[in-house]
């Protein structure tokens, strides 16, 4: 997962998926289920929100989307209790998450693609661009957990636009949060790299 600080980027995650996600993975960590087909399952259950919401069945797509959410954290914490991290469950993790973005920006402006398309795009830019900052940092050798558009509040804003039927208001919102934390994170990177001579 990519962050703003923890403490305000992943409010949701920390409160309301971690007391859940810890004691299913304990109980999927005496069970032959790996950390990867979990993460499959976590992508699946997204990619079916993002369907419904392509269908304008956007309550259905919430709730989809609030499984997906969840089920992303059970596959790290799976990872970490069962002693099975690795380079490449990172790897196929962060690529679906970016796999699933796309997936929930695209199925809310396909409910009105006429309307919606500029800010559908919009708002598919600005989160890739969010994303693309802090893994650039990080190739980089730093980190930049700064800005107020972690994914988790992405998620929660596609999340409540879904259940009050307003694709609109959650992309608006999310394209201008992804937009002002990229540049947060390119601005905090750029002086940090400079700082390191």
């Not at 949701?12 to 069970?31: E, F, M």
């Not at 609030?66 to 099975?84: E, F, K, P, Q």
């Not at 990172?90 to 970016?98: A, G, P, T």
């Amino acid at each position: 997962m990519e962050g703003g600080t923890l403490e305000v980027g992943y409010l949701l995650t920390r409160y309301a998926y971690r007391p859940i996600s810890v004691p299913v993975a304990s109980g999927l960590a005496r069970t032959r289920v790996t950390p990867n087909q979990v993460t499959y399952a976590s992508a699946a259950l997204s990619f079916g929100g993002g369907i419904a919401f392509g269908v304008r069945w956007f309550v259905l797509g919430a709730a989809l989307t609030l499984l997906g959410s969840l089920t992303d954290c059970v596959d790290g914490d799976l990872a970490r209790i069962s002693g099975r991290t690795s380079r490449a469950g990172s790897y196929l993790d962060h690529v679906f998450d970016r796999w699933t973005d796309a997936a929930l920006i695209i199925g809310l402006t396909f409910s009105d693609l006429d309307e919606l398309a500029p800010v559908g795009f919009a708002a598919l830019v600005a989160s890739f661009m969010t994303s693309y900052t802090r893994t650039k940092a990080q190739a980089l050798g730093t980190d930049c957990q700064v800005g107020i558009g972690s994914r988790d509040t992405r998620m929660l804003i596609l999340v409540v636009a879904g259940l009050i039927g307003r694709p609109v208001v959650g992309l608006v919102v999310v394209a201008v949060l992804g937009l002002i934390t990229a540049v947060q994170r390119m601005v905090w990177t750029i002086r940090h790299l400079h700082a390191e001579g």
